[in-house]
């Protein structure tokens, strides 16, 4: 089975409508006197507002713009309110607050501006003002859409300097920090208050094309998905390490299916993270709609009810590949131990990995663990000169090497010190937190924008576990279950993490019976040409390499291989 680098699931009634000729169609046929469009801030919302009032104008009805960005508080005081004293310098992250998206909206009076009020004579009957961008649907409105934009892509815009974060004024141009550790959780929350009241949902990722559905379609669709596994839309990103099996292996190129073109490697691969996910609806047309959407409408029958009490509406597994074939070495860092994680940074839980080797050549590394007997202080002192003095650090004087073994995982909670050497695939299944690197040491090398890669000293050395060396990082497989070909191998588990790993070895022809147990699991063939999922819903293929997300509402499932496989299979324990 080849790898599907674009998996889609039908809706639950009607089609895709792509371009803005059946947006216009709606509004006719509604009249609304108030649409309100809300949707992040990223979203190029000047030209989708501009061509779907062209699109009015061809069916004879007159349009006011009013953009909600223009009633948002003075930057200044967003950035107070969003902004946590002790990051407010930090270059690279911030701290995740606790502000509501209509709480930095100066004025919310549901009347649009004077000069939008009296449309031109003679098309009075046909009026509607368009009440656009992030926060919209705090206006009073009689008709509300969301229009939303993949992050892979928001990310992009913000990078090439095409976008302005959340609140600011016009002519700025965005940060990377602020997208992503200020903007994208609070738009994420209030996107999730909205779902349940969306007359369409609209995915902007062509701002020439935008596909759309129905409200009650989207919300049908979503639903059914709870019962059957499903993948979200895989993602591969350009990084500095390199990268190049995703590539030659996988056939994939930077940026997903609907990039522009390749890039210089795919040496990041998101399979399953939550917080950016996708899922593509459709048959011929499709319209990628956030997993969060999924999460937040249904977490009790996608999560499970154990997951949703210890965890809320928050899918708490992440799946992505860390490719370093023919590339280099990854930098040497840690995760938050928990109580920073939440003080600091703002997150309810930390970043807890675990590396698991696919794919690796003779001689390659995984640095994990303090060496025994390491100075921490020659450890910082060392580390400081070689950010101070662009000097090379001696990373083996203070962190424990260990071979690469083909199908082994690494454990990595929270403040071990830890990377993957040049030449592996390393799956991580590990807890959601994905943006908390904080490195010692990136071998002196420049970013893909040529600046030097940042390290963070103080986060990283304020993080180190000086416990944490590496004997019980490197498990030894324990045997759960044998029968009729297959056998299922415990493979990761650690008092720290949360989740466990299994291991599934399915003979020729063989066939494992396995139940979610109301709790979701993650499937990824790590071995083999691949299998076949069974619920009572449906039938999934699953090729090598692929991630599937087995809901908790699917209860029973069935794991079937042609020939020989291996699976890897995570949960919440």
């Not at 939303?148 to 940060?175: S, Y």
């Not at 280099?328 to 590396?355: A, I, N, W």
């Not at 002196?444 to 390290?455: A, E, I, N, S, T």
Request: a negative charge; hydrophobic letters at 40%; proline letters at 7%.
């Amino acid at each position: 089975m080849p790898y599907d680098a674009s998996p889609r699931y039908p809706l639950s009634a009607g089609a895709v409508e792509s371009g803005y000729a059946p947006l216009a169609d709606e509004i006719a046929r509604l009249r609304p006197g108030r649409l309100a469009i809300d949707g992040p801030a990223a979203l190029d919302w000047d030209v989708f507002v501009r061509r779907l009032q062209a699109a009015l104008r061809d069916r004879g009805l007159a349009s006011g713009a009013f953009d909600v960005r223009d009633r948002m508080l003075p930057w200044s005081e967003i950035v107070r309110r969003t902004e946590r004293p002790i990051l407010s310098a930090d270059p690279v992250f911030a701290a995740r607050e606790r502000v509501a998206l209509e709480d930095l909206i100066a004025d919310r009076d549901v009347g649009p501006p004077a000069a939008h009020r009296s449309p031109p004579s003679g098309t009075a009957d046909s009026d509607v003002t368009v009440i656009h961008g992030p926060g919209s649907a705090a206006f009073d409105h009689d008709l509300l859409w969301y229009a939303d934009l993949p992050k892979r892509l928001a990310l992009e815009a913000c990078e090439a300097g095409r976008t302005r974060n959340l609140g600011q004024p016009r002519g700025a141009v965005g940060t990377s920090r602020r997208l992503l550790f200020v903007d994208w959780p609070i738009e994420d929350t209030h996107r999730r208050a909205q779902t349940a009241r969306w007359h369409r949902y609209v995915d902007a990722s062509d701002g020439e094309l935008p596909r759309s559905v129905g409200g009650d379609v989207l919300r049908h669709s979503l639903r059914a998905l709870t019962s059957r596994p499903f993948r979200t839309l895989p993602a591969f990103l350009a990084e500095p390490w390199g990268g190049r099996w995703a590539r030659d292996v996988l056939g994939v190129r930077e940026g997903g299916p609907h990039a522009a073109g390749p890039g210089p490697n795919a040496g990041l691969g998101y399979e399953l993270v939550a917080p950016e996910s996708g899922i593509l609806l459709g048959e011929r047309d499709t319209c990628e709609v956030a997993l969060d959407v999924l999460v937040s409408a249904e977490p009790r029958a996608l999560l499970g009810r154990h997951v949703v009490k210890r965890f809320g509406a928050s899918l708490p597994i992440r799946l992505d590949y860390l490719d370093t074939v023919d590339g280099g070495d990854l930098s040497v860092h840690c995760h938050p131990m928990d109580g920073y994680m939440r003080e600091v940074f703002g997150l309810p839980y930390t970043q807890d990995e675990t590396y698991y080797v696919m794919v690796t050549r003779p001689g390659a590394r995984i640095f994990l663990g303090l060496r025994e007997g390491a100075d921490v202080a020659a450890f910082r002192d060392n580390a400081e000169r070689s950010h101070n003095e662009a000097r090379e650090l001696d990373v083996d004087r203070f962190i424990a090497i260990h071979p690469a073994v083909a199908h082994q995982i690494y454990l990595v909670p929270a403040g071990t010190p830890h990377g993957s050497g040049e030449g592996n695939v390393v799956l991580e299944i590990s807890a959601t937190p994905y943006l908390y690197s904080l490195r010692f040491y990136d071998w002196l090398r420049p970013g893909l924008d040529g600046r030097p890669r940042p390290v963070q000293l103080e986060h990283a050395f304020a993080n180190l576990d000086r416990e944490r060396l590496a004997g019980s990082l490197v498990p030894v497989p324990r045997l759960l279950r044998r029968a009729s070909g297959v056998e299922e191998w415990i493979i990761g588990e650690h008092p720290d993490l949360f989740f466990t790993v299994r291991r599934l070895h399915l003979g020729a022809g063989a066939a494992a019976e396995d139940t979610t147990g109301d709790r979701f699991h993650v499937l990824n063939v790590v071995d083999g040409d691949g299998v076949v999922v069974r619920t009572a819903a449906a039938e999934h293929r699953l090729a090598y390499a692929e991630t599937l997300l087995v809901p908790a509402g699917a209860g029973g499932y069935r794991i079937e291989a042609r020939d020989r496989a291996m699976v890897v299979k995570a949960f919440v324990a």
